[in-house]
C-alpha cells in the first residue's frame, strides 16, 4: 500500500510525488483529483499530465463535469438545497459505465467515452468510443471523487493514487468570484447549496483522509 506523506505537500512537490509513483507502474493507472470547487483541480489535473507527457507517458484526461445529470435531476431537490448539490449534480451510472469499468480494472476492455453530458446546451451527448492503450494514466478531476459510489465491490476506493487540493473555502470562493463573477463572500446565501453541500461531503465522507496524497493548493 502506498505510504502516505504525513503534512499535506506544496503543489510542485505533490506533482513531483505523483509521477515518481506513476512512472513505474504496469498497465494503467486511474488517478483522482478532487476538491472543493475553485481549489485549482483542472489546472492541477493539467500540469500533472503535462509532466508525465513529457516523461515519455500516455495521458487520458477526463473531467467528471462532463458527467453532469440533466437539469431536472440536479435540481430535484431544489435549486437551493445542499442536499440535492450533493446527492443529484452527476450521473455516476454513466461515469462508471463509460470511464471505471473499461479503464479502471485489470480487466477493462479499454473502450471508453470521455463525456455524457454538455452543460451549455444542457443535453446528453454520446461520443465516439476511443480505445485506450493498456498503459495510459487516466487523470480525473472533479468534485466528490472520495464518495462512497465510486467505491469497488470491497468498499474500496476506484482510484490508483487520489489527491485531495486542500484550499479553505473562503480562499476557493474569492477564485469563483475572479473566474464567473458568482459572490465572493462564503456567507453569502446564495452560494449556501454549493458550499453547504461541499461541507456535508467533507464531513461524511473525509476525502484529506481517502486520499493518497493531500496538496496545500492554496
Not at 5 to 17: K, N, T, V
Request: hydrophobic share 35%; aromatic share 8%; glycine share 8%.
Amino acid at each position: 500500500m502506498e505510504t502516505k506523506p504525513a503534512e499535506p505537500l506544496s503543489r510542485d512537490a505533490g506533482i513531483s510525488w505523483l509521477v515518481s509513483r506513476i512512472r513505474p507502474r504496469a498497465g494503467r493507472t486511474l488517478v483522482g483529483i478532487d476538491g472543493v470547487d475553485g481549489a485549482g483541480k483542472t489546472t492541477f489535473a493539467d500540469d500533472l499530465a503535462a509532466e508525465l507527457v513529457d516523461s515519455g507517458l500516455t495521458v487520458i484526461r477526463i473531467s467528471l463535469d462532463d458527467f453532469l445529470n440533466p437539469a431536472e435531476v440536479r435540481h430535484a431537490q431544489g435549486r437551493t438545497s445542499p442536499e440535492g448539490f450533493l446527492a443529484d449534480t452527476y450521473d455516476y451510472q454513466r461515469f462508471i459505465e463509460y470511464v471505471l469499468e473499461p479503464l479502471g480494472s485489470e480487466d477493462g476492455s479499454g473502450r471508453y467515452r470521455d463525456r455524457s453530458y454538455d452543460l451549455a446546451t444542457e443535453s446528453p451527448v454520446t461520443p465516439p468510443w476511443q480505445v485506450a492503450p493498456d498503459a495510459a494514466v487516466v487523470i480525473v478531476d472533479g468534485m466528490f471523487l472520495h464518495h462512497d459510489r465510486l467505491r469497488n465491490e470491497r468498499g474500496r476506493k476506484v482510484w490508483d493514487l487520489s489527491v485531495w487540493l486542500d484550499v479553505p473555502f473562503e480562499v476557493s470562493v474569492r477564485r469563483l468570484a475572479q473566474r464567473d463573477g458568482t459572490p465572493s463572500d462564503v456567507d453569502d446565501p446564495r452560494l449556501v447549496r454549493y458550499v453547504a453541500g461541499q461541507r456535508r461531503y467533507i464531513d461524511t465522507y473525509h476525502p484529506a483522509e481517502r486520499a493518497n496524497l493531500v496538496v496545500d493548493n492554496t
